[in-house]
């Protein structure tokens, strides 16, 4: 298959790497680049498991096309954390919105581009930002509330 | 919010508990808010090749011919898998514990049984080529009648299904075609009853939808051993599965999981581990076989549907002194775990009550749907929906409060089960009455007061003849029920450990069936614990004659 | 037989690429083609897409806007030149989808899918196709009705609509089994233009009642001269599913739809939410 190289930004540092043509922005994050934070859970923009941000905007990468990424700016989970827990980890954490875990880097990438957009959301602004990422285990309250505390935390203050 | 009613059952406990009732932080927290926790697919390997499945696109069908020629010259194809390629290519998932007849193939060969069984698998250097490939193998298929509903499968005009299970039910200990339990008699208890409530209760079957699809890397190790990263949520099961499909001795293979991606029980049946491992020994090269979430929806297995007809014979009291089942489990094209499941369920009924006459029939089917398997309480689940329904339908039509029917009939302490166990810790009236409060749902006084601690045993400890026919019989195969009953002029009920000369006979031969075992055990636990049981019955009595 | 993809400035070179190639097919969002693609459909072995700057604006004409076929559903909620769009477009899936789905992308949704067309069905629409060098102006119901014939080898530039009557003469709901951010069980949009307190040149459209968006010509009929109460609307409510033949899907059943589209269009009709 022929390749194409590009180049963006991921999580403040710049990369170029080689992707395969017609290769999704997801598979190219877990297997060129290496960050496997990103997950798959259905290639159909339904579980929002491959969220991302894309100059600040959640996308689901598993239907953006790798070499549309050309110049952008993105941001995983992977580069959440700095020196400590970004504080929508920590909440996650203390809160137990996490079970299994695997929907848990999408969550925290739409929840992440909500506050910093709206530091103080409400709950119903909360749901709407979640509402495209499946949760099989929690019932999503714990998540929500989650969010919620992180704001209370000042969350979008920080990052905004 | 969480609500520790320590006031219940205090004397019983001490709390002087460690983690119980504290907050505690989960050990895998911090690898999944940053998600470094390793799921399977997390694990990169150079030169990973990846596998996809050729699926059949009917309910059941006879293959007449495969041609995989175009496909092997398709680019970037590494291996063409068939089912002669897999070295013992029938299996059943209970084989490990002695359980059932082999009756499933890792890719099918002569038949497909189901929309979406696997016939051919392809390894290529992406998943595109792999696909490109698919597309270019040709199979010729004699499309077959199917039937995919239970009760029709058992009609005697139903195609078969399964070939080792000939008539459409898994067959118990090589003698019944169903699981059973008798406990009294419940026909003439029924006859006697103020009020004979019936109910039929259908669930569909439920897909558990894990965020992430099952799958599995196997990848070469040195002195001959394969590693396989996989999402198994039965991670010494799946080895032992994979190990007997390529015939290989269980310590060449390194088996690395334990981070599900949600599993719900749908990752325990091993479909991805075997063939990843085969492609790795055929490639030598690492293989990925993952679903897309299209295959985990209709290929992945889901929650088996079930239909329970449910009879009650109840007092103008709301004394229920019988209650009868016949239960249908759809398990799908293949056995898998739901044999395991009637077993199950048949140990759960008739409820968490106190009823002194009680009989079930239930029937794990199978039919041309995805082959089905466990899933949260799966056995249980189903059938508690189906008797907490019947429950409300039997307040109704006695003209009593659905909390109070409940408080009335619940086990107590001393009771004797249906399956000649004492009830013991028994909680349910406690549970009936804190619901009622929280919802502010008035329930009587007398009600309020009630306890699981007073009132049970006496009469309700003893065990009641259990009906059989001249030959001690109770009925093995659909439409050879042995009955109508001996006429009896009430419910003659034993004390627990008694043995009397009014107790059944043991059938005759050495392949006893599972009731009769655990009739037999429960006065004679010692003896039933120090026997050697044939095969077929050595999973029932694991799960079926556990000891409190 | 890979995949390969090509990129055109001009939307009219990506139209002739599009036409030169069985196994084309025009990238818009990505939430079909590559869906399509994620699940293994090897006749796509080409995806064409063009940076042309036209498919991302949003313009306002007098009384009728002209939307890109490249705007997201978002950047529609967002405008306010497209203001009276806002509920259709917030209704489609969730933020991150709303971010990549385009108006263009939607004129090709299938069932339970397109709940943006039906509101400019309702509005009369029109659809920029673009044809060779040029660009023909077809209205949306026609472009549907080719739709099954010619698909996937069009190239929408973009849509043309009318600002509706009044703020309340534009009406949209939508059923979901989840909230938010579910598929249609029914999304019914209507544009009610009000004479004298009755109802004057109704359009009403539904999604996931056949296989695309449609017009419901016996609904608007019903409503011509209507008045919005109980009595008025009664003949809208008997011909709610008039010659419609839902889907069964995983969404819903064609029993449940056609038993629940009198009910939200009653809610819709009396402004009931």
């Known amino acids: 298959m022929a390749r194409k190289p590009i180049q963006f930004r991921l999580n403040g540092k710049d990369e170029a790497v080689f992707v395969e ?20 859970g259905c290639g159909q923009g339904t579980c929002g498991a491959c969220t991302v941000l894309v100059d600040g905007e959640p996308r689901l990468s598993c239907l953006m096309l790798a070499e549309s990424a050309e ?58 930002a979640i509402s495209g990422n499946i949760c099989r285990c929690t019932g999503y309250e714990p998540i929500i509330d989650a969010i919620l505390d992180a704001a209370a935390r000042g969350a979008g203050r920080r990052s905004a | 919010m969480l609500d520790f009613r320590k006031d219940l059952f205090a004397d019983e406990r001490d709390d002087n508990l460690n983690e119980i009732g504290k907050p505690t932080q989960r050990q895998d927290g911090l690898g999944h808010v940053t998600a ?8 990169r390997f150079d030169g990973l090749l990846h596998m996809k499945c050729l699926r059949s696109p009917h309910h059941c069908a006879r293959i007449r ?23 013992v290519n029938l299996n059943t998932l209970l084989s490990l514990l002695d359980f059932g007849r082999d009756d499933e193939p890792a890719l099918a060969t002569d038949k497909v049984r189901y929309k979406g069984e696997p016939i051919v698998a392809v390894v290529a250097d992406s998943e595109r080529e792999a696909f490109e490939a698919i597309d270019k193998i040709r199979v010729d298929y004699e499309v077959l009648p199917h039937v995919l509903e239970v009760e029709e499968a058992l009609s005697d005009r139903a195609p078969v299904v399964n070939d080792q299970y000939p008539g459409n039910s898994f067959e118990y200990h090589e003698r019944y075609d169903h699981q059973k339990l008798r406990f009294g008699d419940v026909d003439s208890a029924l006859v006697r009853a103020d009020h004979v409530v019936e109910g039929r209760y259908q669930m569909s079957p439920i897909e558990h939808a894990p965020v992430e699809p099952a799958g599995a890397i196997a990848v070469p190790e040195t002195n001959d051993r394969y590693a396989c990263y996989t999402s198994t949520q039965a991670l010494f099961f799946s080895l032992g599965t994979a190990a007997k499909l390529l015939n290989v001795s269980s310590n060449r293979l390194h088996f690395i999981g334990g981070t599900v991606g949600g599993g719900f029980g749908g990752k325990v049946d091993s479909l991805n581990e075997p063939l990843a491992i085969l492609g790795c020994m055929l490639t030598g090269r690492p293989v990925r076989y993952g679903f897309d979430r299209r295959e985990e929806m209709q290929f992945g297995p889901p929650r088996g549907a079930e239909i329970w007809h449910i009879t009650d014979g ?3 009291d709301g004394q229920i002194v019988a209650r009868k089942f016949v239960g249908y489990f759809d398990a799908g094209a293949y056995t898998r775990l739901s044999s395991y499941a009637v077993i199950k369920s048949v140990g759960h009924l008739p409820g968490p009550y106190t009823i002194p006459n009680v009989y079930a029939d239930v029937y794990c089917v199978y039919t041309n749907r995805t082959p089905a398997t ?23 039509a006695v003209g009593l409060d659905p909390i109070e029917l409940r408080i009335l009939n619940a086990y107590r302490d001393g009771d004797m089960k249906a399956h000649r166990r004492e009830a013991k810790n028994c909680a349910l009236i406690e549970c009936a009455q804190v619901a009622a409060e929280k919802a502010n749902w008035p329930i009587r006084d007398e009600f309020k007061r009630m306890s699981s601690r007073h009132g049970g045993g006496g009469e309700r400890a003893q065990i009641p003849h259990t009906v059989t026919d001249q030959n001690g019989r109770i009925g093995e195969r659909r439409g050879s029920a042995p009955m109508p009953p001996p006429p009896r002029p009430a419910p003659q009920r034993q004390p627990v450990g008694a043995t009397t000369s009014a107790a059944p006979p043991p059938p005759p031969t050495q392949h006893q069936p599972a009731q009769s075992s655990q009739y037999d055990s429960s006065r004679q636990n010692a003896a039933s614990h120090g026997t050697v049981r044939p095969a077929a019955n050595r999973f029932s009595s694991i799960f079926g004659t556990r000891r409190r | 037989m890979s995949l390969q993809v090509r990129t055109f400035p001009q939307l009219g070179e990506a139209a002739q690429a599009l036409a030169a190639d069985r196994g084309a097919r025009y990238l818009g969002g990505g939430t079909f083609v590559m869906r399509a693609i994620n699940e293994g459909d090897v006749s796509i072995t080409t995806i064409v897409r063009s940076t042309d700057p036209a498919l991302q604006q949003i313009r306002s004409d007098g009384d009728r806007i002209h939307i890109g076929a490249g705007v997201t559903m978002s950047q529609v909620a967002a405008s306010r030149d497209s203001d009276f769009l806002a509920a259709p477009a917030q209704s489609v899936g969730g933020p991150a989808v709303r971010n990549m789905a385009t108006v263009g992308g939607n004129l090709f949704a299938r069932s339970p899918y397109g709940d943006f067309t039906a509101a400019l069905l309702a509005l009369d629409a029109t659809v920029h196709v673009v044809e060779g060098a040029g660009r023909r102006e077809t209205p949306l119901e026609e472009f549907l009705r080719q739709g099954a014939q010619s698909e996937p080898r069009r190239v929408v530039a973009g849509v043309s609509v009318r600002r509706p009557h009044s703020r309340d003469a534009f009406r949209f709901r939508k059923l979901t089994r989840v909230k938010p951010a579910g598929a249609s069980v029914i999304a019914i949009a209507a544009h009610l233009p009000n004479a004298g307190g009755r109802v004057q040149g109704a359009r009403v459209a539904y999604v996931s009642m056949g296989p695309r968006p449609t017009r419901v010509q016996a609904v608007e009929r019903a409503l011509e001269g209507a008045t919005l109460d109980e009595s008025g609307i009664a003949g809208a409510l008997a011909a709610a599913t008039e010659g419609l033949d839902p889907p069964t899907d995983a969404i819903a059943s064609y029993w449940y739809r056609r038993e629940v589209a009198p009910a939200v269009l009653k809610r819709l009709l009396l402004g009931i939410q």
């Open chain 1, 21 to 40: 043509e017609g290769q999704n922005l997801l598979d190219a994050l877990r297997r060129q680049v290496g960050d496997t934070s990103p997950k798959y």
């Open chain 1, 71 to 128: 110049g952008a700016s993105i941001e995983t989970t992977a580069g959440l954390a700095g020196a400590e827990l970004h504080p929508l980890q920590r909440a996650f954490l203390d809160g137990f919105a996490a079970q299994c875990g695997y929907c848990t880097s999408g969550m925290l990438m739409s929840a992440k581009a909500l506050l910093d957009r709206n530091p103080s959301p409400t709950r119903e602004q909360v749901v709407d």
């Open chain 2, 314 to 316: 109840v007092r103008n």
């Open chain 2, 374 to 396: 466990a899933m949260r309480g799966f056995g249980i689940t189903g059938v508690d929906f189906a008797i907490e329904c019947h429950m409300d339908k039997v307040a109704h």
């Open chain 2, 65 to 87: 011919s495969i041609s995989t020629a175009e496909a092997e010259r398709s680019p970037g194809v590494r291996r063409i898998i068939t089912g002669a390629d897999v070295p």
């Open chain 2, 36 to 43: 470094r926790s390793p799921y399977y697919d997390d694990y």
